[in-house]
């Protein structure tokens, strides 16, 4: 009798803090359930609030209109094929009837300033001479038209152009005006990109004659650079070598 006391209590003793630890452990899991639930909260007041400070609905007409003015949108994405680095292939007219002349190039474009302009870095030659460019693309909510502004290490002038896109959004053209150094009077010129894909476009400059005739001048051919991967992939595939 004594003995089958002694191992009754034995086995208590012995199970006690087995049950004691199991609760203990779902105490724990329940702890960290709650807090996992505390920060998905936090988190998605964050985003509310993020969101609200974005567009609130409280503004008056006046702030509303700028902020609607200021807010990319569609059309700035479009622009999201040409970001990146490329090879360029450049052909170029002097003039009407004039042998072409090739030259390579790279081009580096960017976003800049929350993704309202895209900033182009062009380095090539022209004619033997070394040539830098640098440009910036946008869209104008206001005019409802496409900008680009244009500068190079063969001019002191800039040039400002506007345009449209075509309905599939994969072609838009420009028309802008320059200064012809040699008769110093204003001159008329087309340019477009043609969005073939995200890693490859082609550039194409006409010069607009006075009888309203044009001839091209320029055509550049974009395609990606192969090394040009984003840093985390090129990062994934290296870990994997």
């Given amino acids: 009798m004594r003995l089958g006391l002694f191992t009754i209590c034995l086995a208590c003793v012995l199970t006690a803090p087995t049950a004691d630890t199991a609760r203990a452990a779902d105490d724990a899991k329940a702890e960290q359930e709650k807090d996992k639930e505390k920060k998905k909260a936090k988190a998605r007041e964050k985003r509310k609030r993020k969101k609200k400070a974005q567009t609130p609905s409280d503004l ?11 807010t990319p949108g569609k059309e700035h994405r479009v622009l999201n094929a ?25 081009s580096r474009y960017r976003w800049a300033l929350g993704k309202r302009f895209v900033r182009q870095d ?25 900008t680009s502004l244009w500068m190079d290490s063969m001019s002191t002038s800039s040039m400002l152009s506007e345009g449209k896109a075509n309905d599939a959004g994969n072609v838009i053209t420009w028309h802008g005006t320059h200064i ?9 010129s087309r340019y477009l990109i043609k969005i073939e894909s995200k890693d490859r476009h082609v550039g194409e400059m006409y010069d607009i004659q006075k009888d309203g005739t044009e001839f091209k001048m320029m055509k550049l051919v974009y395609t990606r650079k192969a090394d040009a991967a984003p840093r985390k992939k090129r990062k994934k595939a290296a870990d994997a070598l």
Wanted: charged share 20%; proline share 7%; glycine share 12%.
């Fill in 122 to 146: 062009y380095r090539g030659e022209y004619a033997g001479m070394q040539f830098q460019g640098l440009g910036y693309i946008g869209y104008d909510n206001l005019k409802k038209v496409y």
């Fill in 82 to 106: 040409l970001i990146g680095n490329f090879d360029v292939a450049a052909t170029f007219w002097p003039a009407p009837g004039a042998p072409a002349m090739e030259s390579k190039a790279t």
């Fill in 180 to 188: 012809d150094p040699v008769t110093n009077q204003e001159k008329k």
């Fill in 60 to 70: 008056d007409p006046e702030a509303a209109a700028w902020m609607k003015a200021g």
